[in-house]
């Protein structure tokens, strides 16, 4: 598989039909094959004391990141789910937006396995955390 099945109005509709709950959080940037790319839209609830961004918010970025670039290669298969993250944190993300460019290394019939690095808005070249991810597909 190479091509898009879902564009990003399509991926849009289906996240504000099946998670109307982190809508308002998450915007989707850019969909290619085999990869995504979403931005954290950061405010109060996602820090923590000390002025960061908190791990779950991290850990919902990329989860969801990953899970739009599955979705766009196989289509609205709404019961694909995470089976395994390994997140490590690199550095202290700034309470700024936060962006997850993630890519999926092997999109199986039954489980989908890739990586996110994720980056503080303003700063592109150093990743503040990297997930490893495996998702199930129904």
């Known amino acids: 598989m190479s091509e898009l099945v879902l564009d990003i109005a399509k991926l849009d509709t ?8 982190i809508r308002d959080q998450l915007a989707i940037e850019e969909i290619a094959p085999m990869q995504a790319r979403m931005r954290l839209l950061c405010d109060d609830r996602h820090l923590r004391p000390g002025g960061t961004i908190s791990g779950p918010s991290i850990m919902l970025l990329a989860d969801v990141t990953f899970y739009v670039a599955i979705l766009a290669m196989v289509g609205a298969e709404a019961l694909t789910v995470t089976t395994n993250m390994t997140l490590n944190f690199l550095r202290k993300p700034e309470a700024e937006d936060l962006l997850c460019d993630a ?6 019939r039954r489980l989908v396995t890739g990586d996110c690095l994720l980056y503080s808005a303003s700063d592109l070249a150093r990743p503040v955390a990297q997930a490893t991810v495996t998702y199930a597909r129904p």
């Open 14 to 21: 289906f996240l504000e039909h099946e998670f109307p709950q």
């Open 103 to 108: 890519r999926i290394l092997k999109l199986g």
